[in-house]
Each structure stands twice: as C-alpha cells, then as structure tokens.
T-cell receptor, first 119, second 107 residues
Framework: DTAVSQTPKYLVTQMGNDKSIKCEQN?????MYWYKQDSKKFLKIMFS???????INETVPNRFSPKSPDKAHLNLHINSLELGDSAVYFC??????????????????FGPGTRLTVL | GQNIDQPTEMTATEGAIVQINCTYQ??????LFWYQQHAGEAPTFLSY????GLEEKGRFSSFLSRSKGYSYLLLKELQMKDSASYLC????????FGTGTRLTVIP
C-alpha cells in the first residue's frame, strides 16, 4: 500500500560515476517532485513535473536529469557525481490543480528518501 | 525572492505547550503548510492554512496571518514522540521550505 516509493533507499558510489534513483506513486497524482535535503536538513526543491512535463527546474546543475515516462513515475539520473551531491533525495507527489470550489491546495506526499553518499 | 524563516532549535518539557513561529516571503502564495519530520524519515503533513486564523487539529494547531507573512504551529500536551523537526513551507504551485525547527521534548 505504499503511496510514494523510492529505490534504492541507500546509494553509495564513487565520485565521477553515473547513478539513477527511481520514484513511483500510486496515488493517481498529476504532479511529482524531487527535493534534496542536505546535511543541514534544508529541504530544497529541485524539479517539478506535471503530467510528465517539466514545470520547475530550480537552478540545478545539468548533471541532474529527471525523466518521467508516465505521470506515476519520476526518475532522477545524475551524471558525474560529485562529493557535494551527497544528501538525502526525496521524491514527492501532489494532486496538482485546484479542488472543486476550493482554494488551491497542494499537500505533498513524500517518499521515504534515498540517502546518497559520494566517496 | 523566497524566504522562509523559523528558529533552528527549541526545547520543551513533556506535557507543556510550545509555539514554533515561521515568517515567510514568497512570490506566490497558495497556502502555508507545516510538516513533521522525524530523524531519518520523510516529512509528513501536519496542517494547512490558506485563510487568516487558527486551524485546530487535536493537540496541534496552526495559525496564519497573511498580512504579516506569519504563521505558528502550536503543540499542546507535548509527548516525547513529538521530538522531531517541524518544517514550515509556503508558496504557490511550488513549495519553499524553511530549514526546520528541531524540537526536543525532555521529561
């Protein structure tokens, strides 16, 4: 019954390698996100996709490339990993749009996180 | 620009009441969220305010003043399990998070 799932949970790799993190949501949401949480616990938006289309790219190096094969999946591929990429990466999803008759409400549901360590 | 400010750390006693403040400046506003994050876990939704005033949900309440760009999260009858980081987030389609307030509940 996992709502938002990510794999792997832990990823340890060498500098310069290329790696991918996968995310899937079974909530039927239209919007998915990738966040990076660094050692100081600051949670920062990286990308946002709505129905497979990129809508937000927050000054992330182009070594990071998100891919959304369908609206239930948003994968994150990272090329030429650097030490500073070590962090926990969270995937999230939200319904997107506005509820009928209501003000916009964008509660986000987070995946369990992927702890990436670059050596 | 976007700016979300909240205290870094707070300590409170079991059974007490604690108020965690948040001030925000965002280019769009579609509501203010509070999330709870236990160490090593994902953030989980606590509350949402879009209109001014107080929203109460059990032991937790959240307040919003849009004119002041200010919110607080009020936790009553503190329990040890409430020790966690509390993240304030605001924005429109895109949420911007504060750095979180790490709350430690002591016996």
């Amino acid at each position: 019954d996992t709502a938002v799932s990510q794999t792997p949970k832990y990823l340890v790799t060498q500098m310069g390698n290329d790696k991918s993190i996968k995310c899937e949501q079974n909530l039927g949401h239209d919007t998915m996100y990738w966040y990076k949480q660094d050692s100081k616990k600051f949670l920062k938006i990286m990308f946002s996709y709505n129905n497979k289309e990129l809508i937000i790219n927050e000054t992330v190096p182009n070594r990071f490339s998100p891919k959304s094969p369908d609206k239930a999946h948003l994968n994150l591929h990272i090329n030429s990993l650097e030490l500073g990429d070590s962090a926990v990466y969270f995937c999230a999803s939200s319904p997107g749009g506005r509820p009928p008759g209501g003000v916009g409400y964008n509660e986000q549901f987070f995946g369990p996180g992927t702890r990436l360590t670059v050596l | 620009g976007q700016n979300i400010d909240q205290p870094t750390e707070m300590t409170a006693t079991e059974g007490a009441i604690v108020q965690i403040n948040c001030t925000y400046q965002t280019s769009g506003f579609n509501g203010l969220f509070w999330y709870q994050q236990h160490a090593g876990e994902a953030p989980t939704f606590l509350s949402y305010n879009v209109l001014d005033g107080l929203e109460e949900k059990g032991r937790f309440s959240s307040f919003l003043s849009r004119s002041k760009g200010y919110s607080y999260l009020l936790l009553k009858e503190l329990q040890m399990k409430d020790s966690a980081s509390y993240l304030c987030a605001a924005g429109a389609n895109n949420l911007f998070f504060g750095t979180g307030t790490r709350l430690t509940v002591i016996p």
